[in-house]
């Protein structure tokens, strides 16, 4: 749990749990005279997006790290990149593509004859063409790349969950201020609730006064209209539907499961209440409060874009 210390700061806590899409983390390992070197960043997403290219000889493990990925992570647009390096001294191999020296043959007769030359063609100019000849490093067998390949694969994957969980404390220590503003608010909401009747039936009694209707004052027409209009601007069921969201809120902030999409919802629920409110409520003092109340909430709504 997140509480104040004595100078009146919040203090991070252990119990924390938001996490942040945004985040980078970086791996590799090495072996059989090769290295795996991984990179990742995320950014945000509604879904898991999963856009990480592999070298050729390593897309047979594909498959395993969209598993590894989406055992740590429910959301966010998670991209990188995964490098295989052959070390120094490792073992190489020179191999030839046959098909390719023969299109090479082919096009080097040709321009021969355009020519009218007949020098033949020598080997050695044949063996200087792009990709005829190619060194290789040898590859370690595929159950020691994959053991590589994981390994490095972790490391990284480690590291962006620390920065994402590092960035998610950030957030919800901003979120959890920001809600205790939104619930100073809504207390006074609560304060003025009851004077809108009150206020209503002055100015409703100034205007009949400015027409010299005094008289009317206790009139049953009037007595009616200020009963209903206490009814129509009746905000206690929207206040406390408040009151519950904004628990609500407050308890995913420190939910070990991702809170992104319930915090999201709530905030849809929590602008609808507050729009009702000052639509009900004709009074000025609480449409400045449900302006500020607004503001506050798009800017919480906008934070939690950012959280799984």
Known sequence: MCNRSPNGKRSKASSMALKSMTGYGEGSATGGGFRIAVE???????????QVALP????AFESGM????????????????????????SATRVVMDPSL???YVEALERLSKTLGSCEPIQLETLARMPDVLQVEATLPKSEELGVLFTRAMEKALR??????SAEGRELELDLRDRIDQLEAMRNELIARAPELTAAYRTRLLARLAEQGLEEWAEDERIIREVALFADRSD????LIRLRSHLKQMRSHSRSKEPAGRPLDFLCQEVFREINTIGSKASDSLITQ?????????ERIREQIQNVE
């Open 66 to 89: 969209h598993t590894l990925i989406r055992d740590l992570f429910s959301r966010g647009r998670i991209s990188g990149s995964v490098r295989l390096e052959s070390i120094k001294g």
């Open 56 to 59: 050729r000889a390593l897309q």
């Open 159 to 164: 590291a962006l969950k620390k920065m994402r």
């Open 235 to 238: 905000i206690t069921e929207e």
């Open 289 to 297: 409060t449900v302006v500020q109340f607004k503001t506050e909430l």
């Open 101 to 103: 020296a023969s299109s």
């Open 40 to 50: 990742l960043s995320s950014v945000n997403r509604k879904q898991l997006d999963i």
